[in-house]
Nanobody
Framework: QVQLVESGGGLVQTGGSLRLSCAASGRTFSLYAMGWFRQAPGKEREFVAACNWSCDVGYYADSAKGRFTISRDNAKNTVYLQMNSLKPDDTAVYYC???????????????????WGQGTQVTVSS
């Protein structure tokens, strides 16, 4: 069992930055791939970024490439999402998720994630 708690959301102006954190419980955090998803009002949840246990390679949605960076600190049981050059279209509730899946090509799929946090709101004003 893994429990996830996101933090770091808030209100920011266009072009600003935020760093989201996701703290995980349990001693097996390093065994899980971690992902970030988001859901805007009236839209379906969508993939943002993910990485494997070491985060040596990050996987990003096209909308996040070049602006967002996923990282993790296994000693702190925490995964991060650094978001730069934010746009109003980035406004959403952001969720972190944990997956035991080892096939990195599936990291973009929400169905491979077994555990989800409660989400943190990110609002980008124009």
């Amino acid at each position: 069992q893994v429990q996830l708690v996101e933090s770091g959301g808030g209100l920011v102006q266009t072009g600003g930055s935020l760093r989201l954190s996701c703290a995980a419980s349990g001693r097996t955090f390093s065994l899980y791939a971690m992902g970030w998803f988001r859901q805007a009002p009236g839209k379906e949840r969508e993939f943002v970024a993910a990485c494997n246990w070491s985060c040596d390679v990050g996987y990003y949605a096209d909308s996040a490439k070049g602006r967002f960076t996923i990282s993790r600190d296994n000693a702190k049981n925490t995964v991060y999402l650094q978001m730069n050059s934010l746009k109003p279209d980035d406004t959403a509730v952001y969720y972190c998720a944990a997956s035991p899946d080892k096939y990195e090509l599936r990291y973009r799929q929400a169905l491979v994630y077994d555990y989800w946090g409660q989400g943190t709101q990110v609002t980008v004003s124009s």
